[in-house]
């Protein structure tokens, strides 16, 4: 239930994404019509329309893909329709007389002036309207479809998003009520209701021609990169907790009035107890250790670490991992790294083993192929991070990067209470460097964005995405957070490989730090890379995986730092140029 109600009002904060600003105009063209026969309908089928793109999104899939691309053209062009026939009465009787002259009176009631819309014609609308929503995901809706993805599209997840577009259809509905009250107020005052009419029309088809560009993804994202996100993820922050073993987001309060009781102990943390920590049985292989169980680890206090290794996030946490087992080790803290994978690369065991070399990792490692502890725990992030205590109960979890302090300080609450004489001691500061360096989060206005076909966004080169096949792509001048190919690329589930030499990528962001996923491919030959920002040589911009000329080799799949701006931060145009063949290229991230 608490997870419905996150869903919800993640949905209702929706309306304030700057995505949404296009849409808009097609719901307030609506306003003043009747609420059974028009606004209800609409709403209906726009909701249902998202629950089911965002449910495809979820299984994935090249089908699901274009269905999209195709439903999203569809819609743009129904919409553009609508908008004109909005504009002027001359073009919306042009536009409607075939329809009615072939039986279809769906568009036939918005076309003409002064006529009742059926509830059918404000359904297909609706639907319409939900296609072009669906890509206004924020961290809430993102949470829902990382759970599809790593526990199965089920019914589960089609309720949750249901509930998502419900809150959206909300959100809307009021903003339709307030828009149909001042527009009813304006006909009685000013008697300009065909004006008003056409205004909507131009607004419908500007926001159609906003769309069609690109812009709502493009231009948008200069006025705001995050300004939903930031309240969806207050909403996670107040509401969000340790999973439960009903549902596989719920969260039970971390701040639950429980208190350890131990008469035998002089110190007792106020760290309250969140359940019995499960099991550590699962994992098809323990690295630096043989496999670790809850009996041999009574009487420890354990701090269980959900890491991948291609992970920007879980990268930049590892240094106070690293330094906080160090440092305690001989108070009796154990830290378990538990290697959950996102791409299938990271599955391959020689892979984690150098990336556990290269991050000069020592304690124990559990590689969790198949989810099990994962899902044991019922975890939906990474990274994250579980305290157990001395009697194997869950005291303490953060999921994501950031409250270090805060993590360290409840190490040392549960080591005294465990026993252990500790000294009073500050906080670890690491010296991090390259991409284990913390963010410039001031400074970022670019997110994370997958060249993968199943959760590609902002892709704008001209030939259009195709899955699974060879084709020649090219790429001009990208907006901002938008990228394409230029070369010969095979676009697959999750990675684009580049089949011919000499291919690029560009991509336009605003960050201190970019960074880019990359292999050297199925030959595990290297592969030789040249990086420009804004066409020349980064220089002192350059990032750890590059040099002042912007050369590097890519001779294992891992995360590489391409751009790390030294001056002053802002929007650039960046650009790989892979000198070989067989490059296997996954995500960007940004810090």
Request: charged share 20%.
């Amino acid at each position: 239930m608490t997870l419905i109600i996150i869903a919800y009002l993640g949905g209702a904060l929706t309306i304030l994404s700057p995505c949404i600003l296009p849409i808009l105009p097609f719901v307030f063209a609506r306003a003043g019509q009747p609420f059974l026969r028009s606004t209800l309908p609409m709403l209906i089928g726009m909701s249902v329309t998202f629950a089911l793109v965002a449910t495809l999104a979820a299984v994935g899939g090249s089908w699901a893909i274009h269905a999209n691309e195709y439903g999203r053209l569809a819609a743009i062009l129904l919409l553009a329709v609508f908008g004109l026939s909005l504009l002027s009465p001359r073009i919306a009787s042009i536009i409607s007389q075939p329809l009615v002259d072939s039986g279809n009176r769906l568009l036939n009631a918005s076309g003409r002036p002064g006529s009742v819309p059926t509830a059918a014609s404000s359904f297909i609308l609706g639907v319409a309207t939900g296609l072009l929503w669906a890509p206004c995901a924020g961290p809430i809706l993102g949470l829902l479809l990382t759970g599809a993805a790593l526990n199965g599209a089920n019914l589960q997840t089609t309720f949750l998003l249901v509930a998502y577009a419900a809150g959206a259809a909300t959100s809307l509905a009021v903003a339709l009520a307030a828009g149909g009250r001042i527009f009813t107020g304006m006909k009685r005052s000013l008697g300009i209701s065909e004006r008003i009419r056409q205004a909507l029309g131009a607004a419908v088809l500007f926001g159609v021609a906003v769309i069609a560009l690109g812009l709502d993804t493009g231009l948008l994202a200069r006025l705001s990169y995050a300004s939903t996100a930031t309240l969806e993820q207050a909403v996670l922050d107040r509401l969000q907790a340790r999973p439960a073993a009903d549902a596989f987001h719920e969260i039970a309060s971390n701040n639950v009035a429980a208190t350890v009781r131990d008469a035998d102990r002089p110190f007792r943390s106020k760290l309250s107890v969140e359940g019995e920590a499960p099991s550590l049985n699962g994992a098809v292989e323990w690295l630096n250790s043989p496999p670790l169980t809850r009996e041999q680890l009574r009487g420890k206090v354990v701090l269980i670490d959900f890491w991948t290794y291609s992970c920007i996030n879980c990268i930049r946490t590892i240094p106070y991992v690293r330094a906080w087992a160090e440092k305690y080790k001989e108070q009796g803290l154990v830290v378990i790294g538990v290697h959950a994978p996102e791409f299938a690369f990271e599955k391959k065991i020689d892979n984690v083993r150098k990336a556990i070399d290269d991050f000069k990792i020592g304690y124990p490692v559990a590689i969790d192929n198949d989810y099990k502890i994962w899902r044991a725990f019922e975890n939906s992030y990474w990274p994250a991070h579980y305290l157990i205590d001395a009697k194997g109960q869950i005291r303490y979890h953060h999921f994501g990067e950031g409250s270090y302090r805060q993590t360290e300080q409840a190490i040392q609450d549960l080591l005294r209470e465990a026993g252990n004489d500790l000294a009073a001691t500050t906080t670890v500061t690491p010296d991090a460097k390259g991409a284990e360096a913390s963010p410039d989060l001031k400074n970022v206005r670019s997110g994370e964005s997958y060249l993968g076909y199943e959760r590609a966004a902002g892709f704008v080169s001209p030939e259009g995405l195709r899955a699974d096949v060879a084709k020649v792509y090219s790429v001009d001048r990208p907006a901002l957070n938008e990228w394409g190919l230029s070369g010969t690329w095979t676009i697959g589930a999750e990675r684009a490989v580049l089949d011919r030499p000499d291919g690029s990528i560009v991509y336009r962001f605003s960050a201190r730090d970019l960074h880019l996923v990359l292999g050297p491919g199925a030959t595990g030959k290297p592969v030789r890379f040249q990086v420009t920002i804004d066409g020349k040589a980064p220089g002192f911009d350059h990032g750890a995986d590059t040099d002042s000329d912007g050369h590097g080799l890519i001779d294992s799949t891992r995360l590489y730092q391409l751009v790390r701006q030294s001056g002053q931060v802002k929007e650039r145009t960046f650009e790989i140029r892979f000198l070989d063949p067989g490059l296997e290229a996954y995500a960007f991230t940004f810090g």
